[in-house]
């Protein structure tokens, strides 16, 4: 299980050092892919491969399933960290999260959640604001 956060830096050939608390359940693996919310997802080859038979279920008929689909799969990239615990974010998925240089490496469960500073301040802002509503929400999915 990921959790915590950790703030990084991209170096200028696109590598991430991933946060030592993370790199041994990392080690087999990693794919990253286009998250929601306008960050980017990175999982370990097991819960992608658990992700990648939940979408493969979806009914081929269903648009939005397609779409998802795509947004998931068309950009992914997997690879292995290098011997000091370092892997490429390719330029498409650093742009498509606004990741420049600095980068918010957030454990959340199953997965990493790779942010741009900014755009994770201000997921954090909208939390912070209104937890009730949050667990309003989570109520109603019986998770609270």
């Known amino acids: 299980m990921f959790f915590g956060e950790f703030e990084h830096t991209i170096d200028s050939k696109g590598r991430l050092t991933i946060p030592a608390k993370f790199k041994e359940a990392l080690a087999g693996g990693i794919v990253i892919t286009r998250g929601l ?11 992608w491969e658990k992700l990648a038979q939940k979408v493969a279920g979806a009914s081929i008929g269903n648009q939005d399933a397609r779409q998802f ?3 998931l ?8 960290p290098d011997r000091n615990g370092r892997v490429i974010i390719p330029p498409k998925l650093r742009a498509y ?3 420049e240089t600095d980068v918010v490496v957030a454990g959340a ?8 500073p900014q755009r994770w301040e201000q997921e ?3 939390v912070i604001e209104n937890p009730e509503l949050l667990a309003s929400h989570l109520a109603d999915l019986d998770i609270l």
Request: aromatic fraction near 16%.
């Open 37 to 47: 919310d306008g960050c980017l997802w990175a999982f370990t080859k097991n819960e």
């Open 69 to 71: 689909k795509r947004f």
């Open 73 to 80: 799969f068309f950009g992914a990239s997997d690879s292995i």
């Open 97 to 99: 999260a606004g990741i």
């Open 109 to 116: 469960m199953d997965k990493i959640e790779l942010w741009a």
């Open 124 to 126: 954090q802002e909208s």
